[in-house]
């Protein structure tokens, strides 16, 4: 394309394909000719590129990059000072805010639409208003509307202010013009002004969906220039980049090497321009800005072919740019719409629904109860680990086996005869206990003290496991009551204190019911377990020969059994009662095996029944019971009022479902144009 007279028709065809239709659409874009004194900067107003950028602005009117849906945006800028307001002035062809210092202070988006009317419509939008205005006092509206946006002075805001110009003649195009980088503040600016706007500058960048127009000054080197290493850190190739070279009349000595060279990478090119002057006219500055480039000594020996000049070719330039780009993510921009859609949907629907009567209170309240009782029941009866394949904790029936085998080894390890076979004390007992009776009588007065003092040893452990025992169903108890009752947070504590009511109710239960089976063994030694009395026919059998083994040989060790061997120290001394004394070391061995195992068993047939009687009965009526007693239905109906959390979450649901439909339903009124062949 030449700068200097007008170039040949040339199109350029992208290809669109809509990811719900597949439906292939072709975005022409016309070059026409430049530099003609009747020709506006964009000669051919293209309807079918413009209902896609109507689509696009409508879409980031409604905030759609707030679900996390990137728009196609060009995003304008430039240190301060480097022609940015007129470049965009020359392209809007109004005026903006002018002066010293940052004239652009909060992000500014500029929508400018070709207008078949020679009457321009200008306005404001912002804070959820409109505010129209006229060319003659546009600067002085957006001024005012940064006031109220940004506040008096000279601090920046990240809150958008969009700028709508339909004008004839000037190019489809939506700009984000961003505040001008500067390092040192001046008075008024605070400290960190740098920061804050390096930050809003990286924030509009950064996403892929971004084309980056970078307004350079001629009269720098390029490479220092702060929105250089800025673009750079977003696109370090420059694949998105498209830089403006301003002031190109106040020094154009070596830039054509400058562009040519391109040391900073810049991709999509460059494009020189002459700043408008004081008070010209746009059509001036563009007669003015053509005469530059067709006869400066310099400036004209630029090849238009590959370095493009001119605010007319920039404004070509950037409607093929925005044409491509919007092309290209648009497929991607409705799949992401229907994804988000779906997603907020479903995590709605998971929400319980909103309870407004009693009745609809106590259906929900009655349905958290019988949930949880299902959980409980498959996690600690059942053994079912579905719900917690993970969770090992969780895995109830495995883990009081647990539990039980450690009680039984613990048991069993406290009161193992073979550690203490010395029978001390059972002839100290028989001692104490014998009366007038037979010589060969065992005494049953020893009997029971031998036993009472044994259960007496253990009787902490049944009451400790016990404990141990009840404080595992109680963490399993709340957590799964906390898991269905998760959306009523009220509720939740209030079951929470019940179940720890309830359960420390039944704790106490089993300790008395420990405490009365471990009575039960001291009074009486009774079984009518076979194991009982082969038990102690077998070791009875031993009787002489071990009697032999102490009193005639003098021997400190003993075998039992056959093969256990165990010391009973120096007992011949008291041959009188060691024939008593071994039956009734035997008698205890063979019984106390049957206590152990009656302390094992039953306490596992006890918590059976008790995790049973648990869920089957004292659950839901303690717990019903307990919140029935502190006021009825409507104290019912005031702990399942929605806590702030929950209600919000609501709110930002139900918004983003709304703001996402009405998304979808602007993509598909593009969607039915192009199944009509209307674009």
């Not at 085998?405 to 048991?411: G, K, V």
């Not at 009875?540 to 120290?569: H, L, M, P």
Request: hydrophobic fraction near 40%; charge should be negative.
């Amino acid at each position: 394309m030449s700068g200097a007279k007008p170039s040949s028709k040339r199109k350029g065809v992208e290809k669109y394909e809509d990811a719900s239709v597949n439906t292939e659409v072709e975005l022409h874009v016309e070059h026409e000719a430049i530099f003609h004194d009747h020709v506006p900067i964009v000669s051919y107003y293209n309807n079918r590129i413009t209902p896609l950028l109507d689509a696009v602005d409508r879409l980031r009117q409604l905030q759609v990059v707030k679900e996390g849906i990137q728009l196609p945006t060009i995003v304008v800028v430039g240190d301060q000072s480097s022609g940015k307001s007129s470049v965009l002035e020359s392209l809007a062809c109004v005026n903006l805010p002018r002066g010293d210092g940052i004239c652009t202070r909060v992000p500014l988006i500029m929508r400018l639409k070709h207008h078949p009317s020679l009457v321009p419509e200008i306005f404001l939008q912002f804070n959820g208003k409109t505010v129209p205005t006229d060319e003659a006092h546009v600067a002085d509206a957006i001024n005012l509307a940064t006031d109220e946006i940004a506040g008096n002075g000279k601090g920046i805001s990240n809150t958008e202010l969009t700028l709508v110009v339909k004008k004839n003649g000037v190019p489809d195009l939506t700009l984000v013009d961003l505040p001008g980088i500067t390092r040192v503040p001046v008075h008024g600016q605070p400290e960190n002004i740098y920061e804050q706007i390096a930050n809003i500058i990286m924030k509009y960048i950064s996403p892929d969906e971004s084309v980056i127009l970078n307004v350079l000054s001629a009269t720098v080197d390029f490479s220092t220039c702060e929105s250089i290493m800025m673009s750079q850190k977003v696109d370090k190739n420059g694949e998105r980049t498209l830089a403006v070279v301003t002031k190109v009349d106040k020094s154009p000595e070596g830039l054509l090497e400058k562009v040519t060279r391109n040391d900073v990478n810049i991709g999509l090119g460059y494009v020189c321009v002459r700043n408008r002057i004081g008070n010209e006219s746009y059509e001036d500055a563009r007669k003015e800005e053509a005469a530059l480039f067709a006869t400066h000594q310099l400036l004209s020996k630029i090849d238009k072919s590959t370095v493009h000049v001119g605010i007319q070719v920039l404004a070509q330039k950037l409607v093929r740019i925005q044409a491509n780009i919007i092309a290209k993510c648009l497929p991607d921009i409705v799949r992401k719409i229907d994804e988000k859609l779906k997603a907020s949907i479903s995590e709605l629907n998971r929400m319980p629904k909103r309870l407004l009567s009693v009745a609809e209170v106590m259906a929900a309240f009655m349905g958290i109860i019988g949930s949880s009782k299902e959980s409980l029941r498959k996690i600690l009866v059942r053994g079912e680990i579905d719900e917690y394949p993970h969770e090992k904790y969780m895995h109830g029936t495995a883990k009081l086996v647990e539990m039980l085998n450690e009680y039984s080894d613990e048991l069993h390890n406290f009161s193992d005869h073979t550690k203490d076979f010395m029978m001390i004390n059972e002839i100290e007992v028989l001692e104490e206990t014998k009366g007038i009776e037979l010589p060969n009588i065992l005494p049953h007065t020893a009997i029971l003290t031998i036993l009472q003092q044994k259960v007496e040893e253990i009787s902490e452990l049944p009451i400790g496991f016990v404990e141990k025992v009840w404080a595992y169903i109680e963490d399993v108890v709340i957590s799964v009551l906390n898991h269905h009752s998760a959306n009523y947070h009220q509720l939740q504590l209030f079951i929470g204190r019940a179940a720890h009511e309830l359960v420390d109710k039944m704790k106490d239960q089993s300790i008395d019911w420990a405490t009365e089976i471990v009575q039960m063994e001291k009074e009486t030694d009774y079984t009518c377990n076979p194991e009982y009395m082969k038990e102690w026919n077998k070791l009875i059998a031993q009787q002489q020969a071990v009697i032999d083994n102490i009193t005639k040989f003098g021997f400190s060790k003993v075998t039992i059994d056959g093969s256990r061997e165990v010391v009973v120290g120096d007992l011949r001394g008291h041959k009188h009662v060691l024939l008593q004394a071994f039956d009734l070391k035997m008698r205890m061995i063979a019984y106390w095996k049957i206590v152990l195992m009656r302390l094992v068993d039953n306490m596992a047939l006890h918590l059976q029944l008790s995790i049973r009687n648990l869920l089957n009965k004292e659950m839901e009526k303690e717990i019903v019971n307990a919140l029935l007693g502190t006021g009825g239905g409507v104290a019912i109906e005031r702990m399942l009022e929605e806590p702030p959390s929950v209600a919000s979450k609501r709110e930002r649901l139900n918004t983003s479902i709304k703001l996402l439909r009405e998304s979808k339903e602007v993509l598909e009124k593009i969607r039915d144009k192009i199944e009509c062949g209307d674009l």
